[in-house]
Nanobody, 128 residues
Framework: QVQLVESGGGLVQAGGSLRLSCAAS????????MGWFRQAPGKERAFVATLSWNGGSTYYADSVKGRFTISRDNAKNTVYLQMNSLKPEDTAVYYC?????????????????????WGQGTQVTVSS
């Protein structure tokens, strides 16, 4: 069993920054890929970013590339999403997730179906 708890969401003006955190507990965190997804009102959940077990491999959605950075601190069992140059279209509930199969440990995954545990989400609202 894995528990994931996101934090760091809030209200920010366009052009501003936020850093989301996702704290993991319950299983060995540093063996697995992690991902961030988001769900805007009336839309399906969408991929944002993923990274491998050691952070050496990362992938981003085209919509956030160059603005968002995913990272992890395995000593703290935490993954981060640094979000800069925020836009109103970034408004969504942001979820972190982990794949505990190990299949994607070295690459991460862009598919929500490859993740087994999810956090409860944190709201990010960007005003124009």
């Amino acid at each position: 069993q894995v528990q994931l708890v996101e934090s760091g969401g809030g209200l920010v003006q366009a052009g501003g920054s936020l850093r989301l955190s996702c704290a993991a507990s319950g299983r060995t965190f540093d063996r697995y890929a992690m991902g961030w997804f988001r769900q805007a009102p009336g839309k399906e959940r969408a991929f944002v970013a993923t990274l491998s077990w050691n952070g050496g491999s990362t992938y981003y959605a085209d919509s956030v590339k160059g603005r968002f950075t995913i990272s992890r601190d395995n000593a703290k069992n935490t993954v981060y999403l640094q979000m800069n140059s925020l836009k109103p279209e970034d408004t969504a509930v942001y979820y972190c997730a982990t794949d505990t199969s190990g299949w994607y440990a070295n690459s991460g995954s862009r598919s929500e179906y490859d993740y087994h545990y999810w956090g409860q989400g944190t709201q990010v609202t960007v005003s124009s």
